[in-house]
């Protein structure tokens, strides 16, 4: 069990600008060198294990990016495209069918897909019989695993899914659903130009659990325009009595320089910093004495949630999509801006959804950016991963693991950690790092010293806060 204590002044403190860590190296270090015959190469190295220990490939994990949405929610800082040209949408549903047949060919068929998430934007911006098409393109370009051992997911708008549609979503292979809510007061909705009643998201959440989904997550912010402890209190009391397995809470970031959406939010009515503290530490009293476990990151899940049981026995990962219990899979990643993660590599696709499109239409994989991890950066994600999800670093699985001395190979990092241990953030023993309760919260802030791009001179900005 993950137990997490509140220290605003630490939280003050350390609370600067620092990476998310859903992969590292981080996005900011992708660049051009990295294209698609690199990836290429790296796809095709990826049908034979990577380490000695493996008898077989890995199995594949699928993310589709869907950035069409009908309204503009003025916090969102997702790559996206507001429209009501059903055509324009069309078209770019035949192009992510067209890249899933340009990958398909380098990957094994015996590789089974176990994890599939259709992400935006809105995915249900597309009728049944679209996602029904594309479906049915992905299962003919790649092998998928039984259904009792497919996690396949979708995210849902509530303002435009009506509870039978759900049903249909069933019949299509979807057994996991994420719920956008943010928050249910209209006066926060109306300062984000995003109207939804509790009613029809709860129905939502009850026509998924009457049609067999597996999982339902809810999607929740603090720091949004006109949030106040008393406001906010209520839409978590609201989705506590509706007992999602999972509980996503995020942060809002307000960076109107690099989201224009955002300019459309009056800034004199976002929480200061002392007020985002006070809902955020509201937030966690009140989730974690509903029985919600804090997993780290953002996310809270249920006892019995796989997250909760991935994390207690060493199999919790992270990456792009967030917290995953599928640590061993390659990540293909279709779509504009999309990013995957393949044999040791990163790519991310063209954000510009012409550029995108042209990319694809003319035979050519759009990836734009990325890069192959060298041995070292190797090793440091595996201590990142071990603090970001286990709370946790074994200096002797590092030192079995990649034949090195654990002391010595991160001797300056170890020393930089001392001042954090002296706060109360970390605990170093002999063989181990030990996250305390007090820096479950600042878990990017202990990841941060073992990156070492971080030496390097960087825009600040191009990070969100910690907290």
Do not use: W
């Given at each position: 069990?993950?137990?997490v ?14 990476p998310r860590?859903?992969?590292y ?13 690199q990836y ?16 077989a490939?890995p ?6 990016h ?6 503009l ?10 429209t009501?040209n ?10 992510i069918?067209?890249?899933?047949a ?6 094994d ?10 992400g935006?934007g809105?995915p ?16 003919r ?12 997911s ?20 979807f057994?996991?659903?994420?719920l ?10 109306g ?10 998201t ?6 998924a ?5 597996r ?23 609201t ?5 999602p ?16 959406a955002?300019?459309l ?37 249920l ?41 040791h590599?990163f790519?991310q ?15 050519r994989?759009p990836?734009?950016?990325g890069?192959?991890r060298?041995?070292?950066d190797?090793?440091r ?13 074994d ?5 079995e ?6 002391s010595?190979y991160?001797?300056e ?16 023993a002999?063989d ?6 007090t ?18 001179p ?10």
């Open positions: 069990m993950s137990k204590r509140f220290d605003r002044k630490l939280l003050e403190r350390y609370g600067g600008r620092g860590y859903t992969s190296p981080t996005a900011p270090q992708f660049h051009s060198g990295f294209g698609d015959s290429v190469e790296r796809a095709i190295r990826s049908n034979t294990p990577i380490n000695e220990q493996d008898d490939p199995p594949l994990s699928l993310y589709l869907l950035p069409f949405c009908r309204t929610c003025y916090y969102c800082g997702c790559t996206k495209i507001i009501r059903e055509d324009r949408a069309q078209r770019y549903l035949d192009v069918q067209k890249e899933a340009l990958h398909s060919p380098m990957y068929r015996s590789r089974q897909v176990e994890q599939l998430h259709l935006g809105s249900t911006f597309y009728s049944d019989e679209q996602l029904g098409e594309l479906m049915d393109t992905l299962r370009e790649f092998t998928f695993a039984p259904p009792d051992k497919l996690q396949c979708i995210e849902v708008d509530p303002r435009t899914v009506a509870p039978d549609r759900i049903k249909a979503l069933a019949a299509l292979g057994n996991r659903l994420s956008g809510v943010q928050d249910f007061d209209e006066e926060v909705q300062a984000v130009n995003r109207l939804q009643s509790r009613e029809d709860l129905a939502l959440l009850d026509a659990r009457a049609n067999g989904f999982s339902v997550s809810v999607d929740l912010i603090y720091g949004l325009p006109k949030q106040t402890p008393q406001k906010f209190v209520a839409t978590l009391e989705v506590i009595d509706a007992r397995d999972r509980i996503s809470l995020y942060s809002y970031a307000h960076m109107p320089q690099l989201f224009k955002q300019k939010i009056d800034e004199s009515t976002l929480p200061d910093g002392a007020e985002k503290l006070a809902l955020l530490e509201l937030s966690i009293e009140t989730l974690c004495s509903a029985g919600y476990e804090y997993i780290g990151m953002d996310h809270f899940a006892a019995d949630d796989e997250l909760v049981k991935a994390r207690e026995s060493d199999q919790l990962h992270r990456n792009f999509q967030g917290y995953s219990t599928h640590a061993y899979c390659d990540l293909v990643s279709l779509g504009a801006s999309a990013i995957g993660h393949v044999a590599s790519y696709n063209e954000k510009n959804t012409n550029r995108y499109s042209e990319a694809v239409v003319d035979g994989l990836i734009v950016k890069l192959t060298d041995a070292d190797i090793v994600d595996d201590v990142i991963q071990d603090l970001m999800c286990q709370g946790k670093v200096f002797e699985q590092i030192e693991h990649f034949d090195i001395d654990f010595t991160f001797f990092e170890l020393e930089a950690l001392k001042p954090l241990e002296a706060d109360g953030l970390v605990r170093l002999d181990a790092i030990h996250v305390t309760p820096g479950q919260l600042l878990l990017r802030a202990v990841a941060m010293t073992f990156d070492r791009y971080l030496r390097e960087a825009p600040e900005q191009r990070y969100s806060k910690v907290i």
